[in-house]
Nanobody, 114 residues
Framework: QWQLAESGGGLVQPGGSLRLSCKAS????????MGWYRQVRGKQRELVAG???????NYPDSVKGRFTISRDSAKNTLYLQMNSLQPEDTAVYYC????????WGQGTQVTVSS
């Protein structure tokens, strides 16, 4: 059974940082392009970071320079380092393939508020 499990979210003040982690069962991050997505209730899920098989990364302008995606193939873990967080970054964050698989994990809530 394939599973994705995100963790590391929480409440942080504007300007703060968080590091999200994603562990997978049945999926090798080494063999799949991966991404981090976020979703605000009532809005479409959006890709906020992607990493290719060769390790190239890409980000939308909204997070470029603040978010960094990385993976540890030995641990089969995907990370998202988020710095200079702003209230508009508040969302549920998910990891998935890029393009996404047919299933999703539960995500991890990130709330940026003073």
């Amino acid at each position: 059974q394939w599973q994705l499990a995100e963790s590391g979210g929480g409440l942080v003040q504007p300007g703060g940082s968080l590091r999200l982690s994603c562990k997978a069962s049945g999926i090798s991050f080494r063999n799949n392009p991966m991404g981090w997505y976020r979703q605000v209730r009532g809005k479409q899920r959006e890709l906020v970071a992607g990493i290719t098989l060769t390790g190239m990364t890409n980000y939308p302008d909204s997070v470029k320079g603040r978010f960094t995606i990385s993976r540890d193939s030995a641990k089969n873990t995907l990370y998202l380092q988020m710095n200079s967080l702003q209230p508009e970054d508040t969302a549920v964050y998910y990891c998935n393939g890029n393009p996404a698989f047919d299933f999703w994990g539960q995500g991890t809530q990130v709330t940026v508020s003073s």
